[in-house]
């Protein structure tokens, strides 16, 4: 069997030796899960890439850090993911609104043409 990329986390697999995104919808989910959860500065070569929603929880004392977050997710997916189309972001603190150390964070997207819609949820802990 062919895949198009590997799936992260690395894991072993005995049909193909390390487990592989067999759909473009897996390699879609992956990819925007990395740009949400790599802080910009870590991508080699691409200083501005990546959402960093830890470090954005880890400095900021913000009331309106659901709106800075998905602002953030707005223009890194418009940026680097241009053929997903963000159906919804929706970016929810967890805990007491005075000290947010961990948020929750639903996407819904379509992907370009194919018109394949998904979904994306993560909860992101500083």
């Known amino acids: 069997m062919f895949g198009y990329s590997p799936k992260i986390p690395l894991i072993i697999d005995t049909v193909d030796g390390?487990?592989?995104?067999?759909?473009?919808?897996?390699?879609?989910?992956?990819?925007?899960?990395?740009?949400?959860l790599t802080n910009p500065g870590e991508r080699i070569m691409m200083p501005d890439f990546g959402v960093g929603p830890k470090r954005i929880l880890f400095q900021q004392k913000d009331a309106n850090i659901s709106g800075t977050i998905t602002s953030k997710i707005?223009?890194?997916?418009?940026?680097?993911?241009?053929?997903?189309?963000?159906?919804?972001?929706?970016?929810?603190p967890i805990g007491p609104e005075s000290d947010v150390h961990t948020v929750s964070i639903r996407i819904g997207y379509t992907i370009g043409a194919a018109g394949d819609a998904g979904l994306l949820d993560l909860n992101v802990t500083a």
């Open 74 to 92: 707005n223009q890194q997916v418009t940026k680097y993911l241009p053929f997903l189309t963000l159906d919804f972001v929706n970016v929810e």
């Open 18 to 36: 390390i487990a592989l995104t067999k759909t473009i919808k897996e390699v879609v989910q992956q990819n925007l899960k990395m740009l949400i």
